[in-house]
């Protein structure tokens, strides 16, 4: 069964620094890989997807996510954090084929002036 | 944004009563799907439908049933309500094809209470 790990249910970062949301994944077999994120009080949009193309996959808002095979992993990166991207990101894997998504528990955004 | 929407979007009741809520969508989407979401937990899966009365179950089903007799309608019943049934539910719907890969599109979300 596929499985998705965020560690630290709460990232604070300042205006303008790096922001750097982790994922790791387990999936038995080759997976489609998703970032979403939630604004308070809202259902959860979709910030880019992996799905065997080209393994860094730029989304909207200045999101980008690297797929690494080797390390089962699917970060997410922006360059500079701007007070609008405060909400709570999720990953989410499903294995090729598989219409199921597994989410990760999320991470909480603060963006500190 | 994808045609979801899901009714009704607040909803509070006593402890042993039947709450049947509600997603439809115009999008004629093959999958529906019921999560609820929970603080640290993230989002869980009830049940999912791959079709017309077509329907099995997530990882958290149990004291949730649900329906799902036309394309654009997915209703998710909670027999007796219980408090720990207290959440925020997510209506999703998706498509597969070669270019969608599956990825869900999510309603507002239903804030259920239980007293």
């Known amino acids: 069964a596929q499985s998705v790990t965020q560690l630290g249910s709460h990232v604070s970062v300042s205006e303008g620094a790096l922001v750097l949301l982790r994922c790791n994944y387990s999936?038995?077999?080759?997976?489609?890989l998703f970032w979403y994120v939630q604004y308070p009080n809202q259902g959860l949009q979709l910030l880019l997807k992996?799905?065997?193309?080209?393994?860094l996959v730029k989304g909207i808002n200045g999101f980008e996510a690297e797929f690494k095979k080797s390390e089962t992993s699917f970060h997410l990166t922006k360059p500079s954090a701007h007070m609008s991207d405060a909400a709570e990101y999720f990953c989410?894997?499903?294995?090729?084929?598989?219409?199921?998504?597994?989410f990760g528990k999320g991470n909480q955004v603060v963006v500190i002036p | 944004d994808a045609g979801i929407t899901q009714s009704p979007r607040h909803k509070v009741t006593e402890t042993g009563t039947p709450v049947t809520l509600r997603c439809h969508q115009t999008?004629?989407?093959?999958?529906m799907y019921w999560y609820r979401q929970d603080p640290g937990h993230g989002l869980r899966l009830i049940h999912y439908?791959?079709?017309?009365?077509?329907?099995d179950k997530g990882e958290v089903s149990d004291g949730y049933s649900v329906s799902r007799s036309k394309t654009e309608d997915f209703l998710l019943t909670l027999e007796s309500a219980t408090s720990s049934q207290t959440s925020v539910y997510f209506c999703?719907?998706?498509?597969?094809?070669?270019?969608?890969?599956?990825?869900?599109?999510f309603g507002p979300g239903t804030r259920l209470t239980v007293t």
């Open positions: 999703a719907i998706s498509e597969s094809s070669a270019t969608t890969a599956y990825e869900q599109y």
């Open positions: 439908s791959y079709g017309v009365k077509d329907t």
């Open positions: 992996y799905t065997s193309a080209a393994t």
């Open positions: 999936s038995s077999v080759p997976p489609y």
């Open positions: 989410a894997v499903a294995p090729y084929g598989n219409n199921r998504l597994a």
């Open positions: 999008e004629n989407h093959r999958y």
